[in-house]
């Protein structure tokens, strides 16, 4: 079992930056594929970055080239989120996807708002 606790959300303005991280329970790398997702009022859940190892990582196109999804030595995941715009407004998830067991593991979720 993989236990999820995202931090890092809060009110920013237009333009402004944020840093989300992932804490892990357990080791999920090399095995787990680990992704940002995030979820607006009254839409769908939506990708935002995935990534299954160091150079296998991508990024929806609404956010590439100005969020950065990256890990350190141990078992914590980042999102380093710039240029932030009123529609990057959501609560953002972390997720550990295992593909051997296909089984998904969810962060509560931590509230991004961007409003001047």
């Known amino acids: 079992q993989v236990q999820l606790v995202e931090s890092g959300g809060g009110l920013v303005q237009p333009g402004g930056s944020l840093r989300l991280s992932c804490l892990a329970s357990v080791s999920v790398y090399g095995i787990h594929i680990m992704a940002w997702y995030r979820q607006a009022p009254g839409k769908q859940r939506e990708l935002v970055a995935r990534?299954?190892?160091?150079?296998?990582i991508n990024y929806a196109d609404s956010v590439a080239g100005r969020f950065t999804i990256s890990r350190d030595a141990r078992n914590t995941v980042f999102l380093q989120m710039n240029s932030l715009k009123p529609e990057d407004t959501a609560v953002y998830y972390c997720?550990?996807?295992?593909?051997?067991?296909?089984?998904?593991?969810w962060g509560q979720g931590t509230q991004v708002t961007v409003s001047s």
């Open positions: 997720n550990a996807f295992n593909p051997y067991i296909k089984k998904d593991y």
């Open positions: 990534m299954a190892g160091r150079d296998n």
